[in-house]
T-cell receptor
Framework: GAVVSQHPSRVICKSGTSVKIECRSL??????MFWYRQFPKQSLMLMAT?????????EQGVEKDKFLINHASLTLSTLTVTSAHPEDSSFYIC?????????????FGPGTRLTVL | GENVEQHPSTLSVQEGDSAVIKCTYS??????FPWYKQELGKRPQLIID?????GEKKDQRIAVTLNKTAKHFSLHITETQPEDSAVYFC????????????FGQGTELSVKP
């Protein structure tokens, strides 16, 4: 149990285009999901907390108009990178907390490798 | 906000030796401390975690200790094996702040056969 999927696993796009990444909890409900970004040889940096039915909470320094988050159901959150540029190239990873759990364990998706040309 | 510092950034040990990675956190309200192993291009894999009401936890060759007073926690791997080679991350979380994880900088562990 507690499986999180991400789609696509890899995407290459031209500068200026928008890219949508999906994060799904396959066998549990997740009111709260998280989006991280990881540059090569660096740590995971929390971008935002995605809340089902309400606006996402963005970390300081993350542009909410550039990284659009939609958490429309208890099993799906999407991250849209708008007007992508080469500096947005990174490994994007989502995670989800199980609603019924009384602890903070998060289950991670496999990540999406974004390359902007 | 919470800040997590992790040391060392790289660690090289001989197979069979022990490895210790240390982290400190800044927010005394943090109450959940997981450790992750990440292989290149893969998702982080939870290897052990500890909650603030416990001082030590062990799972076979892996153990974690927590000192709430000093606000630091450590990962101990005994009898290291080449397959333990990876990047390890510590993290801290506050349950009443949505449970978001703040990660340390990572430690690249190399176990030489």
């Amino acid at each position: 149990g507690a499986v999180v999927s991400q789609h696509p696993s890899r995407v290459i796009c031209k500068s200026g285009t928008s890219v949508k990444i999906e994060c799904r909890s396959l066998d549990f409900q997740a009111t709260t999901m998280f989006w991280y970004r990881q540059f090569p040889k660096q740590s995971l940096m929390l971008m935002a907390t995605s809340n089902e039915g309400s606006k996402a909470t963005y970390e300081q320094g993350v542009e909410k108009d550039k990284f659009l988050i939609n958490h429309a159901s208890l099993t799906l959150s999407t991250l849209t990178v708008t007007s992508a540029h080469p500096e947005d190239s990174s490994f994007y990873i989502c995670s989800a907390r199980e609603d019924r759990a009384d602890y903070n364990e998060q289950f991670f998706g496999p990540g999406t490798r974004l390359t902007v040309l | 906000g919470e800040n997590v510092e992790q040391h060392p950034s790289t660690l090289s040990v001989q197979e069979g030796d022990s490895a210790v990675i240390k982290c400190t956190y800044s927010d005394s309200a943090s109450n959940y401390f997981p450790w992750y192993k990440q292989e290149l291009g893969k998702r982080p894999q939870l290897i052990i975690d500890i909650r603030s009401n416990v001082g030590e936890k062990k799972d076979q060759r892996i153990a974690v200790t927590l000192n709430k007073t000093a606000k630091h926690f450590s990962l101990h791997i005994t009898e290291t094996q080449p397959e333990d080679s990876a990047v390890y991350f510590c993290a801290a979380s506050i349950s009443n702040q949505g449970g978001k994880l703040i990660f340390g900088q990572g430690t690249e562990l190399s176990v030489k056969p």
